[in-house]
Nanobody, 116 residues
Framework: QVQLGESGGGAVQAGGSLRLSCAAS????????MGWYRQVPGKQRELVAS???????NYADSVKGRFTISRDNAKKTVYLQMNGLKPEDTAVYYC??????????WGQGTQVTVSS
């Protein structure tokens, strides 16, 4: 059993910052990619940012320059530092982890609300 525990969501005003965390627990020995997705009602879940085991990163164009993804392999944790938040960043944010055996896991989601 693998579980992903997310934290750090909340409500902020435009221009503010939040830091999301996601820790993997259970029987998971090695992790490939880790990432954050987001979803708003009526729309598909979209990739926000991802980070490979070697540290290379990928960002959605809409968050480049504002969000930073990082990971702590020893803690099996991925972070998303979100600065300069905009109302259009409002969504439920989901953590995603790909284990070394290529199975993927999702967190339960954390709400981020940005008011103008």
């Amino acid at each position: 059993q693998v579980q992903l525990g997310e934290s750090g969501g909340g409500a902020v005003q435009a221009g503010g910052s939040l830091r999301l965390s996601c820790a993997a627990s259970g029987v998971i020995f090695s992790i490939n990619d880790m990432g954050w997705y987001r979803q708003v009602p009526g729309k598909q879940r979209e990739l926000v940012a991802s980070i490979a085991s070697i540290g290379s990163t990928n960002y959605a164009d809409s968050v480049k320059g504002r969000f930073t993804i990082s990971r702590d392999n020893a803690k099996k944790t991925v972070y998303l530092q979100m600065n300069g938040l905009k109302p259009e960043d409002t969504a439920v944010y989901y953590c995603n982890v790909e284990a070394a055996n290529y199975r993927t896991y999702w967190g339960q989601g954390t709400q981020v609300t940005v008011s103008s």
